[in-house]
T-cell receptor, first 110, second 120 residues
């Protein structure tokens, strides 16, 4: 079955460490996105990529980095420069109108 | 930049009754897409319904329908015959298309969500 796989589901890190969240899709979608969700808030766009080897900053890109070396993969690195990294992170992809979402990764930094 | 506003942080409805969730947006574009997504406790984002702005007819998907008022920039979701499984966070979203150096791009801007409780 086609879909978007985010791993791991839960991730724990110590403050000051970089951490990479995985996102893989087998839907053959060109565009991929990373969103952050905090309690009581909607989804906020971190980064997006329309094609391989190209990506753009979203509304809250500071403290994050991405790469798009393969069409099916769009990993997100949360760096130590991100001041409040604890959140729920959602990856999405599309080739048309609706976004398809992964199941998310809950990152906790202590 | 587009903004999406959901003014009802929480709503409740009795099972089998009808409820309407509100959404307004701000844009200067004439052609765009609007969506309602549902996020149950599993946190999986599920597409409920979508509306193309150039279509005057309101979209309908089974018990879910929208009231799209383009001039008023309003996009409400009506859930009829509410079921316990409808309990979730509902997000309104606006899709904007634009050009970047590598070609066309699109973004979804989300509202802050409405938490719907269905009472048995």
């Amino acid at each position: 079955d086609g879909g978007i796989t985010q791993s791991p589901k839960y991730l724990f890190r110590k403050e000051g460490q970089n951490v990479t969240l995985s996102c893989e899709q087998n839907l053959n979608h060109d565009a991929m996105y990373w969103y952050r969700q905090d309690p009581g808030q909607g989804l906020r766009l971190i980064y997006y990529s329309q094609i391989v080897n190209d990506f753009q900053k979203g509304d809250i890109a500071e403290g994050y980095s991405v790469s798009r070396e393969k069409k099916e993969s769009f990993p997100l690195t949360v760096t130590s420069a991100q001041k409040n990294p604890t959140a729920f992170y959602l990856c999405a992809s599309t080739s048309g109108a609706p976004l398809h979402f992964g199941n998310g990764t809950r990152l906790t930094v202590t | 930049a587009q903004t999406v506003t959901q003014s009802q942080p929480e709503m409740s409805v009795q099972e089998a009754e009808t409820v309407t969730l509100s959404c307004t947006y701000d844009t200067s574009e004439s052609d765009y897409y609007l969506f309602w997504y549902k996020q149950p406790p599993s946190r999986q984002m599920i597409l409920v319904i979508r509306q193309e702005a150039y279509k005057q007819q309101n979209a309908t998907e089974n018990r879910f329908s929208v009231n799209f008022q383009k001039a008023a920039k309003s996009f409400s979701l009506k859930i009829s015959d509410s079921q316990l499984g409808d309990a979730a966070m509902y997000f309104c979203a606006y899709r904007s298309d634009f050009q970047i150096s590598s070609g066309s791009a699109r973004q979804l801007t989300f509202g802050s969500g409405t938490q719907l409780t269905v009472l048995p």
